[in-house]
């Protein structure tokens, strides 16, 4: 059964910092690619970064450039979303999701249709 399960959401202060985790099990981790997704109050679900795990190139919506950095350890199946310098607008709740065309795509995207599994989310709320 696959299973994506995110961690690490909460309430922190504009600017502060947050690491959320992806635990995968029940595929083949290093074939995908995964992707951090985020879906506001009333808002349509966005992607904010991927990670292709063949080869490790990334993708970084403009809204994470900067300030968030993605990263995965092949060898606990968890893949990492780092926030940094979070503002009010970051709020929502964050999904991860896995791509199994990463193996021959050779890059990774954060558009939602792309994705073939998807977690449940976890919230993250910042204050101003």
């Not at 299973?3 to 309430?11: N, P, T």
């Not at 029940?26 to 795990?53: H, L, M, S």
């Amino acid at each position: 059964e696959v299973q994506l399960v995110e961690s690490g959401g909460g309430l922190v202060q504009a600017g502060g910092s947050l690491r959320l985790s992806c635990a995968a099990s029940g595929f083949t981790f290093d074939d995908y690619a995964i992707g951090w997704f985020r879906q506001a109050p009333g808002k349509e679900r966005e992607g904010v970064i991927c990670i292709n795990n063949v080869d490790g190139i990334t993708h970084y919506a403009d809204s994470a450039k900067g300030r968030f950095t993605i990263s995965s350890d092949n060898a606990k199946n968890t893949v990492y979303l780092e926030m940094n310098s979070l503002k009010p607008e970051d709020t929502a709740v964050y999904y991860c999701a896995a791509d199994s065309t990463a193996k021959l795509a050779g890059w990774c995207t954060v558009v939602t249709g792309t994705y073939d599994y998807w977690g449940q989310g976890t919230q993250v709320t910042v204050s101003s």
